[in-house]
Nanobody
Framework: QVQLVESGGGLVQAGGSLRLSCVASGINFEESLMRWYRQAPGKERELVAMISPSTNTNYSPSVRGRFTISRDNDKNMLYLQMNMLQPEDTALYFC????????WGQGTQVTVSS
């Protein structure tokens, strides 16, 4: 059974930082393409960043230069370092895995106050 469990969300002021974590089980993590998505109220779910098994990364233009995705294959952990947070980054952030992006965590809330 695949499980993805996110943590690290919270309330932060604009300009602040947060680090999200996701622990994965039930998948071959080191061979998995991993992603972070987010969904703001009233908006569609958005792909924020992805990291390949070889640690190639890709980012949404809205977060490039501010967010960094990384992984620790020894610990089955996925991270998202978020710097220079802005109110528009407020959303529920999801960890995602699977060749078809079919596995989802429950999400962790990030709220950025102005």
């Amino acid at each position: 059974q695949v499980q993805l469990v996110e943590s690290g969300g919270g309330l932060v002021q604009a300009g602040g930082s947060l680090r999200l974590s996701c622990v994965a089980s039930g998948i071959n993590f080191e061979e998995s393409l991993m992603r972070w998505y987010r969904q703001a109220p009233g908006k569609e779910r958005e792909l924020v960043a992805m990291i390949s098994p070889s640690t190639n990364t890709n980012y949404s233009p809205s977060v490039r230069g501010r967010f960094t995705i990384s992984r620790d294959n020894d610990k089955n952990m996925l991270y998202l370092q978020m710097n220079m947070l802005q109110p528009e980054d407020t959303a529920l952030y999801f960890c995602n895995a699977g060749i078809y992006a079919q596995y989802w965590g429950q999400g962790t809330q990030v709220t950025v106050s102005s």
